[in-house]
């Protein structure tokens, strides 16, 4: 019996053309080193030691018991019923028992959704800086994407009211938002989007009226995630406010009144969606809810505005995490299928394509965690860091969401005919990376958002030129004429995202500027980071990807020359093997 490359499944057909192995029975902890590596680089050694062994079982869980759970939980999507087996009118959705063990996993024995919030989980005494949190988002979501959303906005439901909240609504809400009791959570929704507009948040129709101590509801919520979450965060126009995002407030709207009978909101029906499956959807129709103010009522939008900051991080984690699984699948295939009498993974095409889907992943990999970890300084008051954080957000989600649909795509064409079947992880993945780019904010919308907002208001384009040269300055062991070569860049790419943003008329440019700062920004990183490495264990092989960063997705080559097959053939095997590479080893590529 032989074993097979990149995976813990073995080969029991005796000819490997006639197989094509899927990544079950994968540590997807084990099998990613770029991982740990970065946690390595961002993380307190102490804090890293400790979360380990619960990445190694979540990476085994996510790789086989969780993977079976989210194929059939994508396979028996969410029901609405309307009635109690007694006639009675009380809504409820039924889901498939393997979304219940997903939501057991994420929510109750990791604590994804409260690692930040809650001191304790899995047994360390403080809360989780972001970084660490979104290690254990980024495994999970390998396995299963459409969860990932209840537990994004749980966690922003609870940020939302810890940071906003009066203390009457912090002690009756809070404690069960970050639970990990499963007899004792509250997961949180987060319903925005009406019929009226969805990015357009100013054109809402939804009225709140005061009655009291609290305000009642009227209107309607268009695509409603998490549809029969407990407690949800959503805006509403107060009786008399002014128009636009200026007059809107921020409410929370619970599920359940207080005497246990259902809020006057229905369900009107579950969205049949493209992805994301697993997870309920909905319309729902406010008929006099009873909600509770949030903060002050002229700053709703840009309290909310917090929580969609933190989801698009999450959703560029996620999306990145889509692009992780297809990758390991797309290699599972290449290393192990015979076709012509050659594995797939030394065709040279096929060796092209694979390079494609492992660069957009690492890009990918690398700003989620810089991003994350400006979240971290920012929050602990770094102004610096809070203007970083302005632009890398935007341009992360703008980015990697778009990549991910291009990744899970080539990794099921690697696959070939059977990736398009459904018993197959690869068809799911391709489905749920559509979202990504939807998701808190279409393309368009993120890209304005980067260089209108972040660049032409709030100059942030000069907080990432300065810590991109800091890297830069940090990596005394990367070649200097790499570094000079990515400093001319950073500061080429930085100018041409200002004069775009400084113009209005330019506007049409802002996704090709939004995708060249990040592809800046990720080779500056990659090489950063290749330094660090290299300190640690001696390899130097992201500085490879820093090189080809730049070759392919920033430098416009001439189409009729032919490259250097040479060193972009060694540059590869360096790449796709699996030994480490010393600086001297890869230097001579950096020049």
């Known amino acids: 019996m032989r074993q097979l490359k990149h995976g813990g499944f073995a080969d029991f057909a005796g000819k490997a053309g006639l197989l094509a192995p899927d990544t079950s029975g994968m ?19 102490a804090l890293f030691r400790h979360i380990e062994p619960h990445l190694d079982r979540l990476g085994a869980l996510a790789g086989g018991h969780l ?139 939804t009225i709140a009226v005061q009655e009291g101590g609290h305000w009642r509801l009227f209107g309607e919520k268009w695509f409603c995630s998490n549809a029969d979450a407990e407690v949800v965060m959503l805006l509403a126009r107060p009786e008399g406010a002014g128009p636009g995002t200026r007059g809107v407030g921020l409410f929370l709207m619970p599920r359940k ?22 997870m309920a959807s909905g319309e729902i129709k406010l008929e006099g809810a009873i909600a509770y103010a949030v903060g002050r009522l002229d700053r709703g939008f840009v309290q909310m505005a917090e929580m969609v900051n933190s989801s698009r991080l999450s959703n560029g984690v996620k999306s990145t995490a889509l692009m992780r699984r297809a990758h390991h699948d797309a290699m599972t295939v290449a290393q192990n299928r015979v076709v012509f009498g050659s594995r797939i993974i030394d065709l040279p095409l096929a060796r092209r394509q694979l390079m494609k889907i492992m660069l957009a992943t690492e890009q990918a990999l690398s700003l989620s965690f810089i991003t994350a970890d400006a979240l971290d300084r920012a929050e602990a008051g770094s102004q610096d860091a809070a203007a970083l954080l302005r632009i890398l957000t935007p341009t992360l989600k703008f980015r990697a969401t778009r990549d991910a649909r291009k990744v899970c795509g080539d990794a099921l ?100 500027a ?48 032919l490259g250097d097959n040479a060193a972009q053939r060694a540059i590869t095997d360096l790449l796709l093997g699996e030994r480490a590479a010393g600086m001297a080893e890869v230097s001579e590529f950096v020049g």
């Not at 540590?27 to 050694?45: E, G, K, T, V």
């Not at 009144?257 to 697993?278: A, E, F, M, Q």
């Not at 092989?541 to 020359?561: K, M, Q, W």
Request: hydrophobic share 40%; proline share 3%.
């Open 514 to 561: 939004t995708s060249l700062l990040y592809h800046v920004a990720s080779a500056v990183a990659l090489a950063w980071e290749a330094g660090r490495i290299h300190e640690r264990r001696g390899d130097a092989r992201r500085l490879l990807l820093s090189r080809l960063v730049i070759d392919h997705r920033v430098l416009a080559g001439d189409p009729f020359r």
């Open 67 to 205: 993977d079976e759970c989210a194929r059939l939980a994508d396979r028996h999507v969410p029901v609405l019923h309307q009635r109690d087996r007694f006639g009675r009118d009380v809504q409820w959705i039924e889901y498939h028992p393997a979304y219940r063990e997903l939501e057991r996993a994420a929510f109750g024995e990791f604590g994804i959704h409260a690692m930040s919030l809650r001191k304790g989980i899995l047994g360390w005494p403080e809360k989780y800086p972001v970084v660490a949190k979104h290690a254990f988002t980024f495994l999970f979501n390998e396995a299963e994407f459409g969860l990932g959303c209840p537990i994004n906005v749980t966690d922003g439901c609870a940020k939302l009211l810890a940071s906003f909240g009066s203390e009457a609504l912090k002690e009756k809400y809070l404690d069960g938002l970050t639970q990990t009791d499963m007899n004792r959570l509250t997961q949180g929704g987060q319903f925005m989007t009406e019929k009226e507009g969805g990015s357009d948040v100013g054109t809402l129709t």
């Open 27 to 45: 540590n997807f902890y084990r099998a990613d080193p770029s991982l740990a590596d970065l946690l390595r680089i961002h993380l307190p050694d």
């Open 257 to 278: 009144l207080d005497d246990g009978s259902p809020n006057h909101y229905r369900i009107v029906r579950l969205k049949d969606k493209l992805g994301t499956r697993s």
């Open 413 to 512: 064409e690697m696959r070939g005919g059977i990736g398009y079947i459904e018993e197959f992880a690869t068809a799911r993945l391709l489905r749920d990376a559509h979202l990504g780019s939807i998701w808190e904010g279409t393309g368009n919308i993120v890209a304005i958002d980067a260089l209108t907002r972040a660049v032409g208001r709030h100059g942030a384009d000069a907080a990432l030129a300065a810590d991109l040269h800091a890297r830069l300055d940090d990596s005394a062991n990367v070649p200097q004429r790499w570094r000079d070569r990515l400093r001319e860049l950073t500061d080429r790419a930085t100018g041409f995202v200002r004069e775009i943003a400084l113009r209005s008329e330019n506007e049409a440019e802002a996704r090709r």
